[in-house]
């Protein structure tokens, strides 16, 4: 996809979000503050919590696309997932300050009163974030941001939490005014545990974890598809912000020309580059069957001078 494409879908992917978010603040807050409603106050602040998060996708995560520069010889992939970790953590701290507040409405009691305007205003807010969910992926559909993805997923989850609500909502009306409470304190814990989720992933990509088994399989299956390839070792593949990074030693026949192991090497690249969610290829060829340096130094031998 053409990058300016890419970046208009990105764009209007985190208006929707900003805009859904504000229109649930405001359409939930507004009922749970004129009833005193905890899940419902519960599940607006959520939504701030979403708000932040939305913005600063926006407005940070567009760096996704600033290309290449002397202070960033590899790009700014790595910006996107540290936003994303940034939505995860707000959704820890807002989730645990949520859970104390339903403890205490839980020991305390409150001053919750019925009304049908509570309902039809989680029943808003469940539409506004499933419309807001499937626009979110479908601008994500060909870019595969993590930061777009976590903001889709939260809205899932608000769905979630706003169930949770309409359950307190409905004891409410049947006389019990305790499930206003315990549904908040179970929204809280939906928030806390899906930003988690959120954030381990995240850190997982910026720490430069290593890929999955099959992920290396396929990268080393595709590099011995190539006619001149005798053998692959020395093979890293990890993730360098939310795409892959490959480092391999490809052996190859040791009376290769220059040109001809200079054109086998970008083959091989190209190659690797194919696969998906793969950004940085470094290769370098080996004459088959001469060994390493490094392996002659480990048993012993001299090594070579630098």
Request: with cysteine; hydrophobic share 50%; aromatic share 8%.
């Amino acid at each position: 996809m053409d990058e300016t494409v890419e970046r208009r879908r990105f764009a209007r992917a985190g208006w929707a979000n900003v805009v859904g978010n504000i229109a649930k603040i405001l359409v939930e807050g507004a009922a749970g503050l004129a009833f005193g409603s905890v899940a419902l106050i519960a599940d607006a602040a959520h939504s701030i919590a979403d708000l932040v998060a939305s913005v600063v996708v926006l407005v940070w995560g567009d760096s996704r696309f600033e290309s290449a520069d002397e202070d960033h010889p590899h790009g700014h992939a790595r910006i996107e997932p540290l936003t994303a970790l940034f939505v995860g953590t707000v959704l820890v701290l807002l989730g645990g300050n949520l859970f104390y507040e339903s403890a205490r409405g839980l020991v305390f009691g409150s001053d919750v009163v019925f009304s049908y305007l509570l309902i039809a205003a989680l029943v808003f807010a469940m539409v506004d974030m499933y419309l807001v969910y499937w626009y979110t992926m479908r601008m994500n559909a060909e870019m595969n941001s993590t930061a777009l993805r976590a903001l889709a997923v939260d809205c899932l989850n608000d769905m979630y939490t706003t169930i949770a609500a309409l359950v307190g909502v409905v004891g409410l009306a049947l006389g019990f005014p305790v499930f206003d409470a315990v549904a908040g304190a179970l929204v809280s814990l939906l928030v806390i545990s899906q930003g988690v989720k959120i954030a381990r992933e995240n850190i997982s990509y910026l720490a430069g974890e290593a890929a999955p088994e099959s992920r290396q399989q396929e990268v080393r299956e595709t590099l011995l598809a190539h006619p001149r390839a005798h053998g692959v070792h020395d093979l890293a593949v990890f993730y360098d912000g939310p795409v892959l990074e490959v480092e391999a030693h490809v052996e190859v026949d040791g009376d290769l020309s220059l040109k001809e192991a200079h054109d086998t090497e970008s083959e091989l690249m190209r190659a690797v580059e194919r696969l998906d969610d793969v950004g940085d290829v470094h290769l370098h060829l080996d004459p088959s069957g001469l060994g390493e340096w490094k392996d002659a130094v480990d048993q012993g031998e001299h090594q070579p001078s630098q």
